[in-house]
T-cell receptor
């Protein structure tokens, strides 16, 4: 299993739809996980952190399944402004930077 | 951009030329990293530093050099540019292993002809 693996998409959904992305990871010792958002031609920015079973922030919900080693991101009531690439991020062991998945591209269509 | 600046924003080089991509931060974070991002490849770590005077290689270090003489600056040097180094380069800072979140600079777009 790769360190971090995501479905690249694209996911094309209508406004108002609910969409979910999954991300699998290989390091069973990982304790924290992150979702970053990256807009076209911009830098990645932190969207949500997941430290236990899950986290919710408005329309966004991140969940962690340790047994199956995946995290998910659920977006409810999709907006046009949600169109972006969503990166799954998992820390490596030791003093090393984060490892990023290749990202899942979302397009919300009017 | 959370106190991370990168220069230049865009650069065109000829094969064999050298250049330095600059990254500076004003947040006094220990960790600094360089990533490159190519279509379909995601973010790949080039080099990183856990503090002044300490650097280490990431997954794609060949063709790049770094140094970290101060906490604030972490330049990335291309000694002899190749077309395969055409990419978008992002510098990132991180408060430390415990912080576990990174802030990115706006990126440098490099085209090597």
């Amino acid at each position: 299993r790769k360190e971090v693996e995501q479905d690249p998409g694209p996911f094309n959904v209508p406004e108002g739809a609910t969409v979910a992305f999954n991300c699998t990871y290989s390091n069973s010792a990982s304790q924290s996980f992150f979702w970053y958002r990256q807009d076209c031609r911009k830098e990645p920015k932190l969207l949500m952190s997941v430290y236990s079973s899950g986290n919710e922030d408005g329309r966004f919900t991140a969940q962690l399944n340790r047994a199956s080693q995946y995290i998910s991101l659920l977006i409810r009531d999709s907006k046009l402004s949600d169109s972006a690439t969503y990166l799954c991020v998992v820390p490596r062991a030791g003093n090393t930077p984060l490892v990023f998945g290749k990202g899942t591209r979302l397009s919300v269509i009017a | 951009n959370a106190g991370v600046t990168q220069t230049p924003k865009f650069q065109v080089l000829k094969t064999g030329q050298s250049m330095t991509l600059q990254c500076a931060q004003d947040m006094n974070h220990e960790y600094m990293s360089w990533y490159r991002q190519d279509p379909g490849m995601g973010l790949r770590l080039i080099h990183y530093s856990v503090g002044a005077g300490i650097t280490d290689q990431g997954e794609v270090p060949n063709g790049y050099n770094v140094s970290r003489s101060t906490t604030e600056d972490f330049p990335l040097r291309l000694l002899s540019a190749a077309p395969s180094q055409t990419s978008v380069y992002f510098c990132a800072i991180q408060a430390g292993a415990g912080a576990e979140t990174q802030y990115f600079g706006p990126g440098t777009r490099l085209l090597v002809l």
